[in-house]
């Protein structure tokens, strides 16, 4: 049958378009495949990030001491058990002792938070802004009884999802310890199948999916932990109240990407509003000058490396994992978006033929070293700056002198 040149171009525009229908129904199909067994997916990921978190460390004691993979992963379990019960010992009872302070004195703040609404609401009155502040402030402890109550109707389901909690973060620990020991093994007799052209590709998925995840994840608490001792250290020195209460959830909400740091400023100034007004504008100033630091200062620095992509696809990328997956779609997003960045690079090459597909393995290797020899050009370009100003300092000096 012979087709007009019209008829051919759009037989394939059809063809085109139901492909792209058949695509969508199949990544939907297999969406809610995930959905039925998200739980188990989840367990499966948190273990895999503190495989990842933990890699490095048992890599180093494996490589330099005489213990086997297995004693080295045993090793460094016990340091973090010890870690975490000399934390806990000296930073549990603080918070516990906030926390009951906290409970104590909630009459007090409620007081004074009515008040505040009251001169708020006074001085909109006066401003002519038709906002009832009262009314909102009002409707607050009705909808905090409500919740109270029925958290505490439904006590054995508390139990019952704290229970599933613990287990949960008991079953993450075994398979996390089990993915230390014979990860490696396990990918390598996976790979063994392969095609070699799939074998270079599914190596350049791990390196990429290594450097993402295990950077990104350990990028992020580490800017959490900054930002949380840098916010005790400042909230200490105004005399804010239940200090170190605040500046733990601000570290925690800190790992959030992108929208951590609105998270982790509000209930900061909510309590220095209310329990040190008076050191209020600095407190706001200086946690948003901390933040500017923290964020576009150290938080660059620490996830160049791991991610690499440029801010705009980053922003693209949050938006679009809170579209599809809600709060872990906004907290996988970025090392996800590094993977997709890594492979969209290997394909744009493999099209141009600048590589064949037994060398995508090489892709990070000599991204690495380009970053290397960029690294080491700024440092000679900067240590020639700064040769070049000396020199300039001394010449005017002796044209001075003379």
Known sequence: MNFSSRERQLLSTLVILLIIVAAFQIVATL????????????????????????????NRIDERTPLNRALSVVLVYLGIAIVLAG????????????????????????????????????????????VKVTELY????????????????????????????????????????????????????FTRALTPELRSEAELLRQSADRSFGGFIRGSLLLGLIYGVAT???????GVP????????????????????????????????????????????????LQQIVLNIIGPRLMSNAIGIHPIFVFLALLLGSRIAGFWGVFLAVPVAGVINTFVRYAYELAKGRRVRT????????????????????RDAEAEAREAARVAREAKLTARGK
Request: glycine residues 6%; without cysteine.
């Open 232 to 238: 005790l250290a400042l909230l200490v020195v105004f």
């Open 138 to 189: 009002g409707a607050v402890p009705s909808r905090l009884s409500e919740v109270a109550g029925a958290i505490a109707h439904d006590a054995l389901g508390v139990v019952s999802a704290t229970a599933a909690v613990l287990f949960d973060a008991t079953l993450v620990l075994i398979i996390a310890f089990i993915m230390l020991i014979d990860g490696d093994a396990i990918w390598q007799r």
């Open 87 to 130: 934390v806990l010992a000296l930073v549990v009872p603080g918070l516990v002792a906030q926390l009951n302070d906290l409970v104590t004195r909630a009459p007090e703040y409620g007081d004074r938070a009515a008040r505040e609404a009251a001169g708020l609401q006074v001085q909109l009155e006066r401003a002519g802004v038709p």
């Open 359 to 378: 060398q995508a393995a090489s892709l990070m290797d000599e991204r690495r070293a380009a970053a290397a020899a960029a690294a080491a050009d700024a």
């Open 31 to 58: 969406w809610l495949a995930v959905l039925q067994v998200a739980d188990v997916v989840l367990i499966f990921i948190a273990a895999w990030a503190l495989s990842y978190l933990l890699s490095p460390l048992v």
């Open 242 to 289: 239940f200090a170190g209460v605040l500046a733990t959830l601000s570290g925690l909400a800190m790992i959030i990407p992108f929208f951590g740091p609105i998270i982790a400023e509000i209930p900061v100034l909510l309590v220095t509003l209310l329990g040190a007004p008076d050191q209020f504008l600095w407190v706001l100033v200086l946690t948003l000058v």
